[in-house]
Nanobody, 116 residues
Framework: QVQLVESGGGLGQPGGSLRLSCAASGSIRFYNMGWYRQAPAPGKQRELVAGITSGGFTNYAGSVKGRFTISRDITKSTVYLQMNSLKPEDTAVYYC?????????WGQGTQVTVSS
């Protein structure tokens, strides 16, 4: 079992940048890692923002492609989400996820608010 702790959320300006970090309690070498978000609107589902496989392949939601970048540092057991060109619709709670053979673990989430 791995524990995940997100950090780096807060208030961002439209057009600005934020960087989220997800620190794991153990090695993430064999995990597929992902960032999800859940917007505050009623009935809004948690959605995948970006993922990185254990082999290093990445994928992105269409709404963030070209603006967000997921990366990892295996030596630090940390996954990052660099968010550029922020938009108000990026406002959400962002969650880190680790998946190992169907066993999924979640962090507690970090709030990102994009507003001028």
């Amino acid at each position: 079992q791995v524990q995940l702790v997100e950090s780096g959320g807060g208030l961002g300006q439209p057009g600005g940048s934020l960087r989220l970090s997800c620190a794991a309690s153990g090695s993430i070498r064999f995990y597929n890692m992902g960032w999800y978000r859940q917007a505050p609107a009623p009935g809004k589902q948690r959605e995948l923002v970006a993922g990185i496989t254990s082999g290093g392949f990445t994928n992105y939601a269409g709404s963030v492609k070209g603006r967000f970048t997921i990366s990892r540092d295996i030596t630090k057991s940390t996954v990052y989400l660099q968010m550029n060109s922020l938009k108000p619709e990026d406002t959400a709670v962002y969650y880190c996820n680790a998946d190992l053979s169907g066993n999924r673990y979640w962090g507690q989430g970090t709030q990102v608010t994009v507003s001028s």
